[in-house]
């Protein structure tokens, strides 16, 4: 059986509250553990069941443990390091955090978006006339998976549509790469079990693939919700990065609008053009609300 060697992270350190402004509190934390497998042949099941590692819906802090999970961090020494994540917001009723139960069900849905496209979609080529001007009017409609998860939570705190809805992903969710996946400002409704009274939350999160300019799907280089738009200008740089060398953009006279390299001086006619990416959204850290992959 594996051994636990002692706590790595305590419970305070990452422990964080997302505020009082509209009422409770909400905190989340973790808590890291060494331990060290027998053999090689245990896996993250077997070490995050170790003596000394939390039970699911353990009580700590004033928060309860959701969910486990574990990383080999040293093959040679057969030493993990397991995470267990606390909700305050959560009982952990949810079949141990390792499937859904009754406290939580997911679904995958479809939506259909309006959308700016700037590249073909096969070749990665950027969508442009025969002088290399790209087109930047040509809107398509856009299917899009989205993910709704509810659950039945022991209180809700408002707080959470403010520090999540209308942001992306900070790390990989679901699969999706950050800033791939927007989530909506979570809806709340009361909710009765067996006489106490608790809150079903839903949480629904926006898929977007969209990729970078002169990417192919294989690349799998996605700007996902971030804003792309052709970097160019009616004034330019002289001096490369220099803004005292700006001068307006003219030709014959009259004032143009040219492309732009990176360094802000005017780019060569012909050559691939420059793409200005900006995020749209804030980023916040969806895997904090314990909402799976389960």
């Known amino acids: 059986m594996p051994t636990t060697l ?17 009422g409770t509190s909400h905190k989340t934390f973790q808590d890291v553990y060494y331990v060290v497998a027998d053999d090689k042949s245990q896996n993250e099941d077997d070490v995050m069941s170790a003596p000394g590692i939390p039970d699911y819906r353990s009580l700590s802090n004033g928060a309860y443990l959701v969910r486990k999970s574990a990383k080999e961090v040293s093959a040679s020494a057969l030493l993990w390091e397991v995470t267990c994540f606390y909700n305050s917001q959560m009982d952990g009723s949810a079949g141990g955090g390792t499937g859904p139960g009754k406290a939580q069900v997911w679904s995958w ?12 979609q096969l070749t990665g080529a950027t969508i442009q ?11 398509s409609k856009v299917v899009i998976p989205v993910l709704t998860i509810r659950r039945i939570e022991n209180s809700f705190d408002p707080n959470i549509m403010i520090t999540y809805g209308n942001t992306t992903n900070l790390t990989t969710f679901w699969g999706a790469p950050p800033g791939t996946a927007l989530m909506m400002a979570p809806t709340d409704e009361p909710y009765d079990e067996d006489g106490v009274e608790k809150r079903q939350v839903t949480y629904k999160i926006k898929f977007n693939f969209t990729l970078y300019p002169g990417t192919v799907p294989a690349d799998a280089n996605y700007v996902g919700w971030s804003t792309v738009v052709l970097d160019e200008g009616t004034k330019y740089f002289t001096i490369a990065d220099d803004p005292t060398s700006q001068v307006p ?27 200005k990416i900006f995020d749209t959204y804030r980023r916040s850290e969806f895997n904090n609300l314990s909402l799976g992959p389960w």
């Open 6 to 22: 002692g706590i790595k992270d305590k419970s305070t350190t990452g422990s964080r509250s997302v505020g009082q402004s509209l």
């Open 249 to 275: 953009a003219t030709e014959k006279g009259i004032p143009v609008t040219v492309n732009l390299q990176s360094n802000g001086t005017q780019l060569p006619k012909g050559a691939a053009v420059n793409w």
């Open 109 to 120: 849905s479809s939506e259909e978006i309006e959308q700016v496209i700037l590249t073909d």
């Open 129 to 139: 006339n025969s002088a290399f001007e790209p087109f930047l009017d040509i809107i």
